[in-house]
Each structure stands twice: as structure tokens, then as C-alpha cells.
């Protein structure tokens, strides 16, 4: 799944909605021109805590992405850790767009306490529409763990009434189509850069 810097640049734009936590959640609060501003919660699960992203967590996300076999459906190539930082630095800024909301988390696995993964969301509230995103480094895939962070980031949209929810996966890439599947989204005849869009159900003629 591409990072969120490259998702931002496919969405549409909208009037934008600035969001303030409740109770552990998001809800809408003001519609303006203004750039959106929102901070997502920390989530848990049964086995994993999701923490907002911070640059910080580039030192110890570093060797999570450093294997290349996790680049051969993402593309590209492990970042060195001043990269990443880098990287992680512009995403906790937020987005460019005013009427887009980048929203990210590492996955903490609970008990070892170690960053596992990232989970994401490009928000566009206007439209009701979320791009949802997820790697797991190469150890800890084939335990559930993308899937169980991609539903509570499902939920978490859920309750910002974020209706639609798209992503793109590759149609060779098995492990990722599960994850959107377990996210309650459905292939669509949709492709982009190769990759088929999968959507919530109803909306297969739908576009972003």
C-alpha cells in the first residue's frame, strides 16, 4: 500500500470539518475554509495499541520496513532513518491540502511492546471518504495483525461518519486483499496504477 503522501494527491477536494475527540472518538464540530485540524486518538485492540504517529517513532519503525521482500508490493526501497524521520515528520505536520486529513498510526504489539506496523487514513470529510493504507513488517505478518488494526481504524472512522472507505490493492497481493476484506470492503472493476480499488459495498460505481 503506497504511504500517505502519494494518497493525497489522488483525493478530491471539499468544504472542510474540523473534528475534536469525544469520548475516544472524533465527531464533526465546524464546516470553514479553514485548513482541517484533527488528532486522532490512540486505539487499542485485542492485541495491539495504536499510537498517533510521531517522527520520533522512525527510529524504531526503521527496522520494522527494512526488509526488501516488504517492498516488492509497495515498491521503492527501506528508507535510511534520517529519511523516514523525515518522512514521519511531514505526515505528523498534516496535509498540504486544506480539505484533506492525514490520519496515522504505529502498531505497538502489546506484552513485547514493540512497533510491529503502520495503519492510515487520507480523510477527505467533505465527502464522507477515507483511503485506508497498512504495512506490517515481514516478522510479524500472517497473525492477523493488519486486519485487526485496519478494523479499529474502520470503527474509529466509523465514528467520524466516514461513509465510503476505498483502497488500493494489488491483484497478486492475497494478504492485503484479506485485510480489506476483514475492513468489510469489496473489489471493484476499478484499478488505479495497477492496483484494483476495493470499496464499501453499494458503491462499485462510485468514484473518490
Known sequence: MGMLEAQADRVGRGETVE???TGGSMTPLVHSRQKVRVAPAALATARLDLLPLLPEHADEMGPVLADPALH????????SREALRARYERLAAGSPDPAVVWANWVLRLRGPGRLVGTVQATIVPDD???ELAWVVGVPWQG???ASEAARALSAWLEGLQVGRLVAHVRPDHAASAAVARACGL???GHRRDGEVRWQSPGRAGAHA
Open 19 to 21: 473534528f475534536r475527540p
Open 128 to 130: 464522507g471518504l477515507a
Open 143 to 145: 497473525n492477523g495483525f
Open 72 to 79: 516488492a508490493f509497495t515498491g521503492g526501497a527501506p528508507l
Open 186 to 188: 469489496r473489489p471493484t
